[in-house]
């Protein structure tokens, strides 16, 4: 699943790209997950902004069109679509300038393909998210200047459960998905199985997080199988990986083999000498 990232990356191409024009005409997948795609027909689309995982595409109406890439989701410029011919197609926009005519060659089409059909698409007024729990929830931005050490402590003494399942669930912290948590974990020198930290370690997991998203979001992202940009390029922070898909491997900092088992339904590597309980 693309994390914080990979939307970046995407969300950073869009907002050079969009440049307030209109969606003329809109279409989508008869599933109510897609359908809202339809409803910004005739809006302009003025800012480009990210919350976690989530897109966020300011309309000039006070709305937002809220897009979730979920598993395989990917955006990208194309042709006039046709459903019929395209079995992952599963919402578009076509955009003209926003004074209407496409005698000026800036008219295209944004495409939004899901293989698995794990991503999800809403548009609400801006800000409002009750409707979508998951955002709703969603704890602090990673780069928020007033998040600190003692803000992500407390956030995460909240819960007993396993430190890497608490940075999976959004809450503490937002856009922290399987891959970086992994990275971030290895970096700090702390063990994915931990329940309870301190104020330092706390501090030094904001430091290691804030490194590895900021790598990630330098690379263009990791690819690993599905997720490509907007022009649909690879990222390359795969080739920086410390420790995610690196099961059986030295450990880059200490020699030691790393290994891997499933903790709470995610695959989880980790290296058992520099990550001790």
């Not at 912290?173 to 399987?178: E, F, L, Y």
């Not at 700090?188 to 804030?210: K, N, W």
Request: hydrophobic share 40%.
């Amino acid at each position: 699943m693309p994390e914080l990232p990979e939307v970046e990356t995407i969300r950073r191409q869009l907002e050079r790209t969009l440049g307030g024009r209109r969606v003329a005409e809109a279409g989508s997948h008869p599933s109510a997950k897609f359908t809202p795609a339809r409803d910004v027909t005739g809006a302009r689309l003025l800012t480009a902004g990210r919350r976690g995982k989530f897109l966020l595409l300011g309309t000039d109406d006070g709305r937002e069109l809220v897009i979730h890439l979920g598993m395989t989701g990917a955006l990208s410029f194309g042709t006039a679509p046709d459903l019929d011919a395209d079995p992952y197609l599963r919402a578009w926009w076509r955009l003209v300038p926003a004074d209407g005519r496409s005698e000026t060659g800036q008219e295209e089409t944004l495409l939004f393909h899901d293989v698995r059909r794990f991503g999800r698409i809403r548009v609400v007024p801006a800000g409002d998210y009750i409707g979508i729990p998951a955002l709703a929830a969603a704890g602090p931005e990673p780069f928020d200047v007033d998040l600190d050490g003692r803000r992500l402590w407390l956030a995460l003494s909240k819960s007993r459960r396993r430190l890497k399942t608490q940075l999976l669930s959004q809450r503490p912290i937002a856009g922290v998905g399987n891959i970086y948590a992994d990275e971030a974990l290895w970096l700090a020198g702390i063990s994915p199985y931990t329940t309870s930290i301190g104020l330092a370690r706390a501090t030094r997991l904001l430091e290691a997080l804030r490194q590895v998203l900021g790598q990630g979001i330098d690379n263009g992202g990791t690819t690993l199988r599905d997720y490509r940009n907007l022009a649909g390029g690879s990222g390359s922070n795969q080739t920086a990986l410390a420790v995610y898909g690196r099961a059986g491997a030295p450990c880059l900092r200490c020699g030691a083999t790393l290994r891997s088992a499933v903790l709470d339904a995610r695959t989880t590597t980790w290296c058992p000498s520099c990550q001790r309980r």
